[in-house]
């Protein structure tokens, strides 16, 4: 029986527990978990690594995650990922990020790296940090997640994950706004400015790279692959004594889009807390930026890249025959009044076929299942997280997350759950069409938190689906978010809601 109790607890923990952390969670003694122990790793069904000063003990079918191979070595670019459930935040950091940087430089400092750690160890978000820098210095960015994805573990819950970059070919200039939503157009503005002005580029170089594309490609090629792109990962709503303290993340792209344009590719999430808890009016995030961690901050990261990238997205809805229009808004945008110049939650209701005391009810099933889908120039539908203003039986608004104009049209959506699961592949594939000469050296995935919940149990066959397309040495990292930012190819990037964001970086010179 206390057998089976161990590799219970292992079971539910990859990257593996110390004596002490297995005595916890399986409720035995600590001497009765190490005698377990040692005899579990006499039949090798257990095994042994070392993190610093602790021993972590992990099931033999782990090994893999343990034998730091979860990395890419290529002509142009290394990139490593490490992963840490460790119960001290301290010891998960240095874990993961020794882990990652192994793989990438060989324990030398990777050129950048990122760090989606999740909520579980908000507790500990001092100590998170003060790992992380001990092994990569400061030189990196993240942000608090819901769950976590990888191409380790697909899908994992309460890890530290850290994505080492080393590459002479990519620069990176990192920005800050410590209280953004003050003024998030400006501050937007403002971190993208202070980003480029830190981007490490030598201009010379730089400016020699694009003579010889310019030599070489024609104009066409040259402006359809631009050698730079945005990550950013701005604050999330948060709660504060119940009440929300909602993200402004649509006003600081705007800001981000004024000072580069609306076409240069703009990438990234909200900075996340676990959802279970989120819907209950719960937690808090953060992000991270220059060694340090903030709540309500906002990070920007300008890439100048020598290699080629791409970028996609997707999402599980399909458009019904359901239109509306729009027609009246207050709140700054994000409270819907009318639809069809009729109260708006009574006009959805009516859209979609349900009674409107059973809509208030459970608006989330609805809104998830049935949403409000709004239209780009190509006709694309973005499926948005609009919910009823309150829950009184008598409200007629909505609420959304993101400003709307008056005018505005949308279609109702539908859920299909085999295009959901397809949905991230489905984005990588969008990113990869043109590409396909060129290796995917990591895909980088920002996934809405809903789509989780929606997929169930199904969830990991998302995963596996998205394997599909990526080869054996290719990466998946990206974190479960609040909010996506992002854009279909060639699209201007926008806030998006329920839908899977990817960037793809391949290791190929612009000018090969």
């Known amino acids: 029986m206390t057998d089976k109790k161990v590799l219970e607890t292992l079971e539910k923990s990859p990257t593996g527990l110390s004596i002490s952390e297995i005595a916890e969670k399986s409720k035995l003694h600590r001497n009765t978990v190490a005698t377990v122990i040692k005899k579990l790793q006499d039949k090798g069904e257990v095994e042994l690594k070392k993190v610093g000063l602790a021993k972590v003990y992990y099931l033999k079918k782990y090994s893999e995650l343990h034998k730091m191979e979860s990395g890419y070595k290529g002509k142009n670019i290394s990139v490593g990922i490490g992963i840490s459930d460790l119960q001290e935040g301290y010891q998960a950091a240095i874990s993961a990020s020794k882990q990652a940087v192994m793989q990438s430089s060989k324990g030398a400092t990777p050129s950048f790296s990122l760090v989606f750690v999740s909520s579980k160890y908000n507790p500990q978000i001092k100590e998170i940090v003060k790992g992380i820098n001990k092994i990569l210095g400061k030189n990196w960015i993240g942000c608090t997640t819901d769950r976590e994805i990888n191409s380790v573990l697909g899908y994992s819950e309460g890890t530290v994950e850290v994505l080492c970059i080393n590459s002479k070919y990519m620069h990176f200039g990192v920005g800050l706004s410590e209280d953004y939503k003050k003024n998030p157009v400006e501050e937007g503005k403002k971190a993208t400015l202070e980003a480029i002005k830190n981007c490490p580029a030598e201009r010379s170089k730089f400016a020699t790279a694009q003579f010889m594309r310019g030599t070489k490609k024609g104009f066409a090629e040259i402006v359809k692959n631009p050698p730079y792109f945005v990550l950013t990962f701005p604050g999330g709503t948060y709660f504060k004594n119940k009440l929300p303290m909602s993200g402004l993340e649509p006003e600081f792209l705007d800001g981000i889009k004024n000072s580069l344009g609306i076409y240069l590719p703009i990438l990234g999430g909200s900075a996340a807390s676990d959802f279970d808890k989120f819907i209950n009016h719960k937690g808090e995030n953060y992000v991270f930026a220059n060694g340090n961690f903030y709540k309500g901050g906002a990070v920007v990261a300008f890439v100048v890249s020598e290699l080629y990238f791409s970028y996609g997205l997707d999402h599980g809805y399909v458009p019904t025959d359901k239109l509306g229009i729009i027609t009246k808004v207050s709140g700054n945008g994000r409270i819907i009044e009318e639809i069809n110049r009729k109260p708006a939650v009574d006009e959805y209701c009516r859209l979609v076929g349900i009674n409107k005391k059973e809509f208030i009810k459970n608006s989330f099933q609805y809104t998830t299942t049935k949403p409000i889908c709004i239209l780009d120039s190509l006709g ?94 290719s990466l998946l990292f990206g974190f479960c978010t609040l909010g996506e930012i992002g854009a279909k190819r060639d699209q201007p990037s926008r806030y998006n809601n329920i839908t899977s964001t990817n960037l793809v970086i391949f290791d190929k010179l612009q000018v090969e």
């Open 380 to 473: 694309y539908i973005y499926p948005k997280s609009i919910v009823p203003l309150t829950p009184k039986s008598s409200e007629t608004k909505l609420f959304g997350p993101e400003r709307y104009i008056s005018n505005t049209s949308f279609v109702i959506g539908r859920y299909d759950e085999k295009k959901t699961i397809g949905a991230t592949k489905a984005a990588i594939e969008e990113a990869y069409r043109g590409y396909e000469d060129k290796n995917i050296v990591v895909a980088l995935n920002f996934n809405c938190a809903v789509r989780k919940l929606l997929l169930r149990e199904k969830v990991e066959e998302e995963i596996s689906n998205t394997k599909k397309i990526l080869s054996p040495n």
